[in-house]
């Protein structure tokens, strides 16, 4: 196969991956419709002599696993778990605590393409600068037994739905994959937006098929290629697809879904074609770009513009100066409930220079001093009061152009392998920081933060 690694890889960072700066964007258009959320439904509580409060705020969809891709119409969608207590809500039907959000909104949002509306699984917003927001409701209910908790979601009628599965599900499937499956769904999602005209099925049935297919290469192009024929020859027997956390649940619920899928086989087996060229031995640079152009339908990879044209294509034109970097940071809210408690817990750093001799990073902290590169850092609890039979959990977070350049950004959450200690090493400049987590019974029960500025 012609090798255009460097080309795709350059691609698929450059107009493929949506930029940090954007996705930050996103979420604080999440944060601000769910103080409006708030607003509102504190203006609906006085009016109507209730007192409804939300207990909890999910991330949910491509935001969440870090699957967004760029689109030059600006049309996003944020989707967001709304968590209500059963204590608090009583035992209002779905569609009545539905009928409740979309009142609050209605509010105080404004600027509005169409209002908020209550669909059969979401509370929907559609703005007129193109980005909708999806809520979808769920109650919790305490287990008796472990002050765990089980979730229902508010559909046609409240049925048991766990608002952080398929995170957790994906968070795993990433563990195996690597991040060769975000490379797969992105570029798969690119695919399947490349074309106005087409109606193909959404980010999370693509994310289950390219899961189930992806292809181990170690060239980007070489992963893809291969990933997208498996999932062509899975189509050709068998157009179902279930939810990866419920197999007997299907991900087809009404037959636009099926169409969706059959669009999906009969555009792959159409574009796959035009990918033949790569394999002829006597294939020509221009030739497999001409291919790729093809298949994705983008400027990049047009042959035929000259430079200034091709600039005007592309959706974002930061090729010259953006780093090859994944930016998949994990928030522990979208893994495991938050619950206040007296819980506490405080960590601090034992920060080693290349001589030996060593200092405590709160006591550097507090001389506003700075960890100097190529130091040893071993972080610890330092005070802790939680009850026994607890999981620790942490979390590195770089920051920084040599982060990016390196590719180190980090920020997924994961289990040390010393438990209730990490070791790092201060490579590289940054205004860095480190968290800590306590979970039990699959609750977060407390948290502790520590910057880890390095000059």
């Not at 509005?112 to 600068?129: G, M």
């Not at 221009?286 to 291919?291: F, L, N, S």
């Amino acid at each position: 196969m012609y090798d255009l690694e460097k080309e795709m890889k350059k691609f698929y960072y450059n107009e493929v991956v949506l930029p940090k700066e954007e996705t930050s964007k996103l979420r604080e258009k999440k944060k601000l419709n769910i103080d409006r959320l708030k607003d509102g439904l504190k203006e609906y509580n006085e009016e109507n002599k209730t007192d409804y409060k939300i207990a909890e705020t999910i991330e949910q969809g491509s935001v969440a696993m870090s699957t967004v891709i760029q689109n030059d119409k600006n049309d996003y969608d944020i989707d967001i778990a709304i968590v209500f207590d059963e204590t608090n809500i009583g035992d209002i039907g779905a569609i009545a605590i539905k009928n409740v959000v979309v009142d609050s909104l209605k509010r105080k949002c404004t600027n509005f393409k169409n209002e908020p509306v209550a669909k059969t699984n979401c509370v929907r917003i559609e703005y007129s600068d193109n980005y909708h927001i999806d809520f979808a409701i769920y109650k919790r209910i305490k287990n008796e037994y472990d002050d765990s908790y089980k979730y229902e979601h508010a559909g046609s009628e409240w049925r048991p739905r766990d608002p952080r599965a398929i995170n957790n599900w994906f968070k795993e499937e990433i563990g195996i994959n690597g991040e060769k499956l975000r490379q797969a769904i992105r570029l798969s999602k690119t695919f399947c937006k490349s074309r106005d005209s087409w109606n193909m099925p959404g980010g999370l049935i693509q994310t289950v098929l390219c899961d189930e297919k992806i292809q181990d290469y170690s060239r980007i192009d070489e992963m893809f290629y291969y990933t997208i024929c498996a999932i062509r020859n899975r189509l050709m027997y068998n157009k179902e697809v279930y939810n990866p956390t419920d197999s007997s649940q299907s991900l087809l619920l009404v037959q636009e879904d099926r169409d969706k899928l059959e669009n999906l086989y009969n555009r792959l087996n159409t574009y796959i074609s035009k990918l033949n060229i790569l394999f002829n031995s006597d294939c020509t640079e221009k030739q497999a770009k001409d291919a790729w152009y093809d298949f994705f339908n983008h400027g990049y990879w047009n042959t035929n513009l000259n430079e200034s044209a091709r600039s005007l294509a592309i959706t974002y034109n930061y090729s010259k100066n953006l780093y090859e970097y994944d930016d998949t940071e994990e928030f522990i809210e979208n893994i495991y409930p938050a619950q206040v408690t007296t819980c506490f817990v405080e960590i601090d750093c034992k920060v080693t220079n290349k001589n030996g001799q060593f200092k405590y990073l709160s006591d550097i902290l507090n001389k506003h001093e700075k960890v100097e590169i190529g130091c040893s850092l071993d972080f610890f609890i330092k005070n802790i009061n939680a009850p026994n039979a607890y999981e620790v959990l942490w979390k590195v977070k770089n920051d920084g152009s040599l982060a990016e350049q390196y590719n180190c950004i980090r920020g997924q959450i994961f289990k040390s392998k010393e438990n209730v200690k990490n070791h790092e090493t201060s490579n590289f400049a940054g205004n860095h920081y480190v968290e800590c987590y306590i979970i039990k019974n699959k609750i977060c029960i407390a948290k502790a933060h520590i910057n880890v500025p390095i000059k």
